[in-house]
């Protein structure tokens, strides 16, 4: 009789499974994004088993990794969930899945790789670096030359932008920190990479009493200012006179009756 070791399925991606024995993911995926052609793959599914483990990619859900033996803790866990894409001259270079299961101090992350192929599957997962992992995916929807470019992704707003960065950069009015900080924008706004922006908190409407308080201080500067500028004018159109204890005399200065070199003051007696 032989003996033959039936892996266990335990995993997020498990229909059989009640909902509270799956595993629970960190993070909720972002929205499917980057080329059209490559949204077929929402949905879907490819596994791979190596060695002792079996590997489980979903495009644009989730990887997982379930370790193949009747070990009472055999492990299942998240290698990573959709984030964003990786991108390098104008050029989508990979897919990161990123907030999977801790390992260490850290969560678990896969960058997923394309490889043009004559049929789509998971082909290879490697551990390069501690709680890092690389997974290639064979799919000819990456075989024409074109297929990765990420302009052609975008709307026309955010072309006319890129556009624009392209030309300040041509002409030296911004520095190359600058563009690609421009670029990561326009990345985000196409929903490429996580956003990372500060949502606007909603501004407070004051309420009707404070409102009121500083309406009637308002009210009461303007008034203020008004009857100062009304003493002032009468100042200017009045003579204002002034005793000489020196002379005996009364002098008056009065704006209207200035001539060029006169000094302003005119002798009453």
Request: proline content about 5%.
């Amino acid at each position: 009789m032989k003996i033959v070791e039936e892996p266990n399925t335990f995993g997020l991606n498990n229909p059989l499974l009640a909902q509270g024995s799956r595993l629970q993911p960190k993070v909720t995926p972002s929205p499917v994004a980057g080329p059209a052609h490559f949204h077929q793959l929402a949905g879907k599914c490819f596994s791979l088993t190596e060695s002792t483990y079996k590997y489980e990619f979903c495009p644009f859900h989730n990887i997982t990794q379930h370790e193949q033996s009747f070990r009472w803790n055999a492990y299942s866990g998240i290698l990573g969930i959709w984030q964003e894409w990786e991108m390098a001259n104008n050029t989508f270079t990979g897919m990161w899945m990123r907030d999977g299961d801790a390992c260490g101090t850290r969560n678990r992350e896969t960058k997923v790789i394309f490889v043009c192929s004559a049929s789509s599957k998971l082909a290879q997962v490697s551990e390069p670096s501690t709680c890092v992992y690389s997974l290639s995916f064979e799919t000819p929807l990456v075989c024409h030359p074109h297929s990765l470019l990420v302009y052609p992704t975008l709307n026309e707003k955010l072309q006319k932008e890129w556009d624009e960065a392209e030309q300040a950069r041509y002409e030296g009015l911004i520095t190359e920190q600058g563009y690609n900080n421009l670029l990561k924008d326009v990345f985000e706004d196409a929903g490429l990479l996580k956003s990372h922006k500060v949502k606007k908190q909603p501004e407070v409407t004051a309420d009707s009493g404070t409102h009121n308080s500083l309406q009637k201080c308002t009210e009461t500067v303007f008034t203020s200012l008004s009857f100062i500028q009304s003493v002032i004018n009468k100042i200017v159109q009045c003579p204002c006179y002034v005793a000489d204890e020196a002379k005996g005399t009364m002098v008056s200065t009065v704006n209207n009756q200035h001539l060029r070199g006169d000094n302003g003051l005119i002798d009453l007696q």
